[in-house]
């Protein structure tokens, strides 16, 4: 909680200091985002991991500080503006590793930030392959660590579908990317629940599904 604290007052004097253009900098705010992604996915908070009794005391005491951290950052990018595109491909992993953490709520509102990196980068050069091959490299490394489920997988593909058709430029290429997404995600889940089962019947068909 003390940690917490202190992240929110260095969020704060980033903003108050460190955010206009005579005084941006780069590495101080991705110094935060990334201090700030370490804490959110540190073991201690990841409290699916623990009994339910000792999950409930946490959050009685607590809350659940994830949601918290998460929710600044999120409102931590959307305060860079322009500056955003300074960002990318840079904080695509540590964004994709965040938005990982089994906790619906973050899940819900941090994916978000994969559209606006897209469209960042769209309108600066008229596509967001930076941004893509970045999110399909992370997210093969990701997986394969454990990280990543069917729920996942679900959410990414509505949430962004949902961005995409909405921003017309942005439909035809984004629903192409997000198939992409989801077909590449759906593949690497089953080659990894394929290989943590002791039946390997089906390892190869799934090897050639990913391959």
């Not at 604290?5 to 705010?29: C, G, K």
């Not at 593949?187 to 089962?197: C, S, T």
Request: with cysteine.
């Amino acid at each position: 909680r003390e940690f917490l604290r202190a992240i929110n007052h260095f969020a704060a004097t980033l903003t108050e200091m460190f955010l206009s253009n005579s005084s941006f900098e780069l590495q101080l705010w991705n110094n935060y985002f990334h201090l700030a992604v370490a804490f959110l996915t540190q073991d201690s908070l990841q409290l699916e991991n623990f009994s339910p009794a000792k999950r409930n005391s946490i959050l009685a005491k607590y809350g659940d500080m994830r949601a918290a951290i998460g929710a600044a950052i999120r409102d931590m990018w959307y305060s860079l503006g322009h500056r955003k595109i300074e960002f990318i491909p840079g904080m695509v992993g540590p964004i994709l590793e965040m938005t990982l953490v089994p906790e619906l709520e973050l899940r819900r509102s941090t994916i978000p930030i994969f559209f606006d990196m897209m469209l960042c980068e769209f309108q600066l050069s008229g596509g967001f392959s930076r941004f893509e091959d970045e999110l399909l490299r992370k997210l093969d490394s990701e997986v394969e660590g454990g990280r990543g489920d069917e729920q996942y997988k679900q959410l990414f593909e509505s949430i962004l579908l949902g961005c995409c058709r909405s921003h017309p430029e942005l439909a035809e290429p984004g629903q192409s990317f997000v198939a992409l997404v989801t077909g590449l995600l759906e593949r690497l889940l089953d080659y990894r629940a394929v290989m943590n089962d002791e039946n390997k019947t089906y390892s190869m068909s799934c090897t050639v599904n990913l391959l």
